[in-house]
């Protein structure tokens, strides 16, 4: 615990805003999959942004704190992650597009889970080759 404080004091202070900013984020994302039905979640992070190109390097730092702060919040899974790495984005004027999938496993079960595309490529989510979309994309509109 100690040594993952001294990491967080270690970073400039932008670093751990954004942090701060994800893990909220991330846990409000949390709770709100657990209370909201999806198609409420789906319309909240759906609403109209402005176009901007942030740069690539830009859109990894967002991921970075997204994934970081999933790590520290209890069932900051695949899910939350991406209803907060989509609002962050969205926050900056950057469209992107929070998709749903499923994958069988080699015992022929199912497996969720959620990515965000921006930019023609996964930002957040891994390989997602493999997935099937469930749903069409949830894109900030234009």
Not at 56 to 81: E, F, M, Y
């Amino acid at each position: 615990m100690l040594e993952r404080w001294a990491r967080l004091r270690a970073l400039p202070a932008s670093d751990r805003r954004l942090l701060l900013q994800a893990t909220f984020l991330v846990a409000a994302a949390r709770v709100a999959t657990l209370v909201l039905p999806y198609q409420r979640i789906a319309a909240l992070t759906a609403s109209r942004t402005a176009r901007s190109h942030l740069a690539p390097a830009a859109i990894d730092q967002l991921a970075w704190a997204v994934t970081a702060a999933g790590r520290a919040v209890p069932g900051g899974n695949c899910l939350p992650q991406a209803l907060a790495l989509q609002v962050l984005l969205k926050r900056r004027g950057e469209p992107a597009s929070l998709r749903l999938g499923v994958a069988r496993d080699e015992q022929g079960g199912l497996h969720a889970h959620a990515w965000v595309d921006c930019q023609d490529r996964t930002v957040i989510g891994g390989d997602v080759a493999h997935m099937a979309p469930l749903l069409p994309s949830v894109r900030a509109r234009d």
